[in-house]
Nanobody, 125 residues
Framework: VQLQACGGGLVQAGGSLRLSCAGLGRAFSSNAMGWFRRAPGKEREFVAA????????YYADSVKGRFHISRDNAKNTVYLQMNSLKPEDTAVYYC???????????????????WGQGTQVTVSS
């Protein structure tokens, strides 16, 4: 069982990127999913989360209004659309899945059970 994230890259400030995270080996359609990031020299931080139904979403204040999380349960995939990117968004981005089915959505990293390998996002000024 794994999560495979992709879509990172180098972009200029003000640009956009779309990250994808596909679940392999099991279905995650009944599980809350989230995105976290770790910038150089900083601790991992919450970015966004989405309920298993897709009807509820949560965002860190730093990305609210610029990032949008969504999911396609038929494709077992969660997305993170990132717009108006800033240099401070530079980080390795990780997707995560809560192992509890039909559970509440959490913003706490230690409540997620499955993690992707990370994809680098670099925003130049």
């Amino acid at each position: 069982v794994q999560l495979q994230a992709c879509g990172g890259g180098l972009v200029q400030a003000g640009g956009s990127l779309r990250l994808s995270c596909a679940g392999l080996g099991r279905a995650f359609s009944s599980n809350a999913m989230g995105w976290f990031r770790r910038a150089p020299g900083k601790e991992r931080e919450f970015v966004a989360a989405i309920s298993w139904t897709g009807r509820s979403t949560y965002y860190a204040d730093s990305v609210k209004g610029r990032f949008h999380i969504s999911r396609d349960n038929a494709k077992n995939t969660v997305y993170l659309q990132m717009n108006s990117l800033k240099p401070e968004d530079t980080a390795v981005y990780y997707c995560a899945a809560d192992g509890t089915s039909w559970g509440d959505t959490t913003t706490q990293a230690d409540e997620y059970d499955y993690w992707g390998q990370g994809t680098q996002v670099t925003v130049s000024s």
